[in-house]
């Protein structure tokens, strides 16, 4: 099988497929996700300027991102192999045309990899959170990105490094003491150290200009960008003009 039909974990896929009904409750089980939302999105718009930008949100989710960025003025694309996922996205989509209407996502059930072979250069900005440890191929999704953004384009990624604080904090302490997430959202062994994310991102041709850490605060429900990279953290790299 080729990539784009095998980079992907249909145990993960169903996972967050039965989590989809609850997806958009900020007291659900993404009410972490929820809190780092804007600290994500402010990541994005300090380094692209989003209004009429074309922006990709691979591994979309519910579409908390997506939506969130096409507030901003971006022109969306949203791509999931989920379908309950996609499905939650667009109906929450259809709710906040009503509410605001100009405001849309393109949301399709793809994978990023057959999307770079359908329209390469096509995008200013893509965003990857918090998806690339639950592939089995991190390094084909970064080629894929890379395909996919224009000259100039800047990829935006988010993951867990493989520290022991990483596995204290978001494993045991978010799944098993405080209970923000759902028990096996996360393996330890897939965690990413920023050396092998700088690695993959330099063998696809990019730039790397930063990686700054992302720290998530259950006690106040909120999240910030922070120096420390050492448990959750933020990426931006450059494809060359």
Same mark, same amino acid.
């Given at each position: 099988?080729n990539?784009?039909s095998?980079?992907?974990?249909? *145990?993960? @896929?169903?996972?967050?497929d039965?989590?989809?009904?609850r ?6 089980p993404q009410?972490a ?5 804007? %600290?994500?999105?402010?990541y994005?718009? +300090?380094?692209?300027p989003?209004?009429d930008?074309?922006?990709?949100d ?5 579409g !908390?991102l997506? +939506?969130? !960025?096409a ?17 939650? %996205? ?6 906040l045309a009503? =509410? ?5 996502v393109?949301?399709? +059930?793809?994978?990023? &990899? ?5 329209a ?12 690339l &440890?639950?592939?089995? =191929? ?22 867990l490094?493989?520290?022991?604080? *990483?596995?204290?904090? *978001?494993?045991?302490? %978010? +799944? ?5 997430l759902?028990?096996g959202?996360? =393996?330890?062994?897939?965690?990413i150290k ?6 993959? @991102? $330099? ?5 790397? &200009?930063?990686?700054?850490? !992302?720290?998530?605060e259950p006690?106040?429900n909120? %999240? $910030?960008?922070?120096? $420390? ?9 450059r494809?060359?003009?």
């Amino acid at each position: 099988m080729n990539a784009a039909s095998s980079n992907f974990s249909q *145990a993960e @896929l169903d996972k967050f497929d039965e989590l989809a009904q609850r997806w958009w409750d900020p007291n659900g089980p993404q009410k972490a996700l929820h809190a780092l939302n804007p %600290a994500r999105l402010g990541y994005v718009a +300090e380094r692209v300027p989003l209004r009429d930008a074309a922006v990709l949100d691979v591994g979309c989710g519910g579409g !908390l991102l997506s +939506e969130a !960025l096409a507030q901003s003025g971006a022109k969306v694309t949203a791509i999931d192999l989920a379908p309950n996922l996609l499905k939650v %996205a667009r109906l929450h989509g259809l709710e906040l045309a009503q =509410q605001q209407p100009g405001i849309k996502v393109d949301y399709r +059930e793809m994978s990023v &990899e057959t999307l770079a072979e359908e329209a390469p250069a096509s995008f200013d900005a893509i965003t990857c959170m918090e998806m690339l &440890e639950h592939v089995p =191929q991190p390094a084909s999704i970064i080629d894929a990105c890379t395909k996919l953004l224009k000259p100039g384009g800047r990829l935006f990624l988010s993951t867990l490094n493989r520290t022991p604080a *990483a596995f204290a904090l *978001a494993i045991v302490g %978010a +799944e098993y003491v405080a209970r923000v997430l759902p028990k096996g959202t996360h =393996q330890y062994r897939d965690f990413i150290k920023p050396s092998e994310l700088a690695k993959w @991102l $330099r063998e696809a041709g990019l730039e790397l &200009e930063d990686v700054s850490g !992302l720290m998530y605060e259950p006690w106040r429900n909120s %999240a $910030r960008v922070i120096s $420390r990279t050492d448990i959750n953290y933020l990426a931006c790299a450059r494809k060359p003009a």
